[in-house]
């Protein structure tokens, strides 16, 4: 008689667990659904940064070069390099590192 009863302990346990697989498995795919605007737009950030960081440093060099931005400039440089030494940062520290 224990037997049985540790079997359907073992059933219910085990039917609660798939149960719970599936809440979390719907929830992750709404969770996906959610958020899937933002993740493409990062994707897009992503694919163009470097076309346009370049287009708006040359438009600051321009500009800086007349005299209307000489302080753009500096502030894009460093702005640069704290980008540069946060990746360099979480890169040293085995900070995880999103693929875009």
Known sequence: MRRDEL???KAELEA?????RRRMMQDARQWREAVSPADDAWRALVRWKVPLALAGG????RLGRRGTAQAALKWWGR?????????????VLGGSRVKG
């Not at 609660?16 to 719970?20: D, L, N, T, W």
């Not at 702005?79 to 890169?91: I, N, P």
Request: aromatic content about 4%.
């Open 7 to 9: 079997a359907a302990r």
């Open 79 to 91: 702005g640069l390099g704290v980008v540069e030494g946060v990746r360099l940062a979480r890169k």
């Open 16 to 20: 609660r667990i798939a149960a719970h």
């Open 58 to 61: 040359a438009l600051l060099w």
